[in-house]
């Protein structure tokens, strides 16, 4: 009744923003993400006869805040009949803080819970499972390059290209630590109710979809930085125009920004995208990415760089 998995987080290239169905946790569009391989998250279920409650270790610390919606991820994958667990989850990169690790941990924690009870079920089913407690954690369940699209009643994800068929690379740059001020669900839902850009932002993703998708396809670098860039930037107006507004950026994210466009006018193959948080994930080619993590560790402002490839997919591992 014990299992382990490791999954790691994932980058959208197209945004998942808003949602269309709060109960289920469904997102109002599809989105498309690169899994990356060297940041991870590791978690362990033990089911436990005898156990009164759930217990929640994070890094070696209890934690009582997240411990609700991982005991609601386990319910999702076992029911609400369940044995109590003991949870510990690792991760080697700041939680909460914009880098996707919502999307390793329920990944990591719905695979390791299907494990402990053995369960066998399919990776489609796994995401399924994974992104009812939290959207992006879904592509999680794939590496590589991954579309996840809005089905009739549910989701559904397509793996569009995998890790050594163009193995980019992704600098990210951390300008703040710590946990964010909102959690993106909540975001979410003032976006969808306030922003007069949301309606326009769900009608336009299609396209953005499409043109990503023909891009990774062709391996077209230079499309799908156009793509990406406009798709992160629209999806932040969105949120800059809700009331109230929400801004994750801080001073060095900008700097960081000018610094890629820097690097894309001397030459090099190089693109942003920014999450629900102020860090600056730099997608570029392998022979960019010596200058690209050079140039964003010298953006004042900058705390610390993190370079990582493409990765695969959440999996059970032997333990912790
Ligand atoms: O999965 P959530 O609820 O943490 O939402 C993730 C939203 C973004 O990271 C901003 C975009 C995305 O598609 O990952």
Not at 26 to 41: F, R, Y
Not at 213 to 222: K, N, P
Not at 293 to 301: D, F, H, K, N, R
Request: with cysteine; glycine share 6%.
């Amino acid at each position: 009744m014990q299992a382990t998995a490791i999954a790691q987080p994932n980058i959208a290239l197209i945004k998942y923003w808003g949602k269309r169905d709060i109960d289920r946790n469904l997102p109002a569009v599809g989105s498309i993400s690169i899994t990356l391989s060297d940041l991870q998250t590791k978690v362990s279920v033990e089911l436990r006869d005898g156990l009164s409650d759930d217990i929640l270790l994070v890094n070696g610390d209890e934690n009582q805040a997240m411990l609700p919606r991982m005991s609601a991820c386990l319910d999702k994958v076992l029911g609400q009949s369940r044995l109590r667990a003991s949870m510990q989850s690792h991760s080697n990169f700041p939680i909460a803080a914009g880098l996707a690790s919502s999307a390793s941990a329920f990944a990591a924690t719905t695979v390791a819970a299907a494990g402990a009870a053995n369960l066998s079920l399919g990776t489609q089913d796994l995401a399924r499972l994974a992104g009812a407690s939290s959207g992006s954690a879904a592509r999680s369940l794939y590496g590589g390059f991954v579309e996840l699209k809005n089905a009739d009643d549910n989701i559904t994800l397509t793996p569009l290209c995998d890790v050594d068929s163009w193995p980019l690379q992704v600098v990210v740059a951390i300008t703040q630590t710590g946990p964010k001020a909102t959690g993106s669900t909540e975001a979410m839902e003032i976006s969808r109710e306030t922003s007069p850009f949301y309606d326009n932002w769900v009608a336009q993703q299609e396209y953005d979809l499409e043109v990503a998708r023909a891009a990774i396809d062709r391996r077209d670098f230079a499309q799908l930085a156009t793509i990406a860039e406009h798709n992160c930037l629209k999806m932040h107006s969105v949120m800059w125009a809700s009331r109230p507004p929400m801004v994750f950026w801080n001073a060095a994210t900008m700097r960081c920004l000018q610094t890629v466009r820097r690097l894309q006018g001397e030459g090099h193959q190089v693109f942003f995208t920014i999450d629900a948080g102020p860090q600056v994930k730099a997608v570029c080619l392998p022979a960019d990415v010596d200058a690209v993590s050079q140039a964003l560790a010298e953006t004042s402002g900058v705390q610390e760089i993190m370079t990582t490839g493409l990765g695969s997919a959440a999996r059970l591992v032997e333990s912790l």
